[in-house]
C-alpha cells in the first residue's frame, strides 16, 4: 500500500508516448482535417468579410430586431455594438471570430445532437457518457489547446477543435435532458398511436428538444471563444 | 363474444416478480407479497370483459392500479403474467410489429392531462394519430378537421393547446382519438383535470356521443359520482384487486363487501336513484269500471284528497281530486268529465337530481310512468326528501315496497 503511495505511476510518460503515436501514425488524418478545416474556415471568413460592412450592421440588426420577438431594444444594441467594433477597427477579428463561433457550432451540434440522442435513449450509454462530459467540462478550455495544437499545428482549426471539445458537452447534456425531460404523458400519447422509434425521434423528441438544444449551443459557442480569445496563438 | 376480454392479468413492479407472481397465484395478499419479496403488485389476477356499445368503467382510490390496468391493455406497461384479447388476438403475447397496428388502428387512448403537444396546433394534433398511420396529408387533414368540428372546435384548428381552457383542450384529446376511428378508447382519468361544470358537460356529451358511435370505453376514474354516472358498469378496485363488477345500482343497492359499502355510502344519492327507486304505488281509480262513490270511499280509506285516474290498461287518464269527485256524484256526471288532465309524468328512469325542480313546481304528485307508458307509481314529495336523507338500508325497504306494489 505504501509501496503504491511511494511509487510515481508514470503516466505523463503515458500521454507522451501516446500524444507521440498519435501524432506519428495518425498525422495523415490530422493534416487532411487542418488542410480541409483551414479551407472552410477561410471560405466563411472570406465570405463574411466580402460582405460590406455597413451591410451587414443592418443585415444584423434585422434579424436581431425579428430573433428577439420585434423587440427594438435588441436591435438598438446591435447596432450601436457592431458600429463601435467597427469604429476601433476590430471588423476583420470580429469575423473570424464568427467564422470560429459557426464552425464549432456546426461541428458541436453533428457530433453533440446524435450522442445527446443516443444517451436519452439508453441508460447504459449514458452512464458511460455522463463521467466523460463531466471530465470534459472540469478542464479549462484553453488546456484542450495544447493536445490541439500538437495534432494540427498552429492556426484557426486548433481553435476550433478547442472550441468543439468545450462545447461538445453541453450540447449532449442538453440534447438529452431536452428529450428526457418530455412529460411521460406526451411519451406515452405517442406511443399509445402506435409511433415508431423514428417516429417518435422527428414528431416528438427533437421538436420538444429544439429549444433547450439551441438555446444553449450558441451562447456556449461564444463562451468558449471569449474564453479562447486570449489564450489563442497569434496567427 | 365479447370483443375485450382480459383474462388473470397481473402486473408485478420490482425484482423477484416470479417469485411474486407465484404467491399471487397462491392469493397471497399484496401485503404480504411486498414484505416477503420486496416487489410491489400493481394489478393482481384481473378478468373481466367488456360489451360493444359500452362504457365500462374501472374505478378506484389512488394506489389501486386502476391506471396501471389500463396501461396493460394496450401495453403502454408491459403485463407480467395473464392475457388481454383484443377480437381474438392476444396482446400481451404480440410483437413489436402487431402491437404497433393494434394501436395504430383498433386502440386509442385520452389522457389526464389531455396529452397535446405543446409545438403542434390544434389541427396537427388532432391529426397525430393518422400521421403515425402514414395517412396522407390531405386525408388526413380532412378527417381531423371532421373530428373537430364534431366536437365544435374546428374554429379553434390553428390555435395552440395553450391557447385553450382545459375543456376544449381535453375536446381536442378527445377528438384526436376520435379521428383515428379505433373501436376502443381508453379514458384515463379523462376528466378529472377539469372543474366541475365542465366535466358534467363533457360526461354529458360522451355520453351523447357514445350513443351514436357505439365504441367500446375504458373509462378510469377516481369518482364515483362520475363513475355511475357515464359507466354502463363499474369494475370497482383496490390493491390491483377487482372488488366488484356491476351496474351503479347493483354496486349501491349490493355491495360485495364491506369495502364497497363503505366507498359508496359517500355518493350523492340524487345523481343515482332514478324514479323508479323512490316512488310509491299509485292510488289510481279505473275509470272504465268505477264511479264517483268508490272514488270517494277509497279516498276516505287510504286518507288522502287525490287519485289517478287509469284505464284498464294502466294508461294514465288525469287525476282526480276529491272536490271534483264530489261534483261528479252531486251532479251525475262522469268521472271522466271531471278529470284534471294535467298530471305531470316522468320516465321510471329520471334520475332524482332531475326530478326535485319538477315536483317543487307541481301542486300534485308525479305520474311514474313505464316505457310504454303505463302508470307504475307515484313520486311524492316526501318520497324524494327520503330517499335522500337514506342510507343503503332504507333504499333497500322501499325497493321491498315497490315490488309488493
Redesign the interface.
Known sequence: MLDFLQQEIPLPNWIDSGVNWLTEHWSGLFSILQTVGEAVMNFTTNTLSAVPPLLMMVLLTVAAFFVFNRKLGFAFFTLIGLLFIYNQGMWADLMNTVTLVIISSLVAIVIGVPLGILMSKSETIQNIVKPILDFMQTMPGFVYLIPAVAFFGIGMVPGVFASVIFSLPPTVRMTNLGIRSI?T??V?????????AW?RLF??DL??AKENIFLRIVPDGLLVTRHLSSHQPAH | MSRVRVRNLTKVFGKRTQQALEMVKEGKSKQEILEQTGATVGVHNVSFDVEDGEIFVIMGLSGSGKSTLV?LI?R?IEPTSGSVYINEDDVSKMSKDE???????K???V???F?L????TVLENAE??L???GVGKKERQQKAEQALDNSGLLSYKDQYPEQLSGGMQQRVGLARALA?DSEIL?MDEAFSALDPLIRRDMQDDLLELQEKVQKIIIFITHDLNEALRIGNRIALMRDGKIMQIGTGEEILTNPANDFVREFTEDVDRSKVLTAENIMEPALTINVETEGPNVALQRMRKEEVSMLLAVDRKRDLKGSLTAESALDARKNEKKITEVLDKNVQKISKDALVTDIFDLIYNSPTPLAVMNENDRLIGVVVRGSVIGAMTDKTEGTAEKEGVNIDA
Open positions: 412529460s404523458e406526451l406515452e400519447t405517442s406511443d399509445s398511436f402506435g409511433d415508431t417516429q414528431k416528438l421538436p420538444m | 396501461r394496450n403502454l402491437l404497433r397496428q393494434v394501436r395504430r388502428t386502440v386509442n387512448m389522457f389526464q392531462n396529452g403537444f405543446p409545438k403542434r397525430y394519430g400521421e403515425i398511420r383515428n381508453l
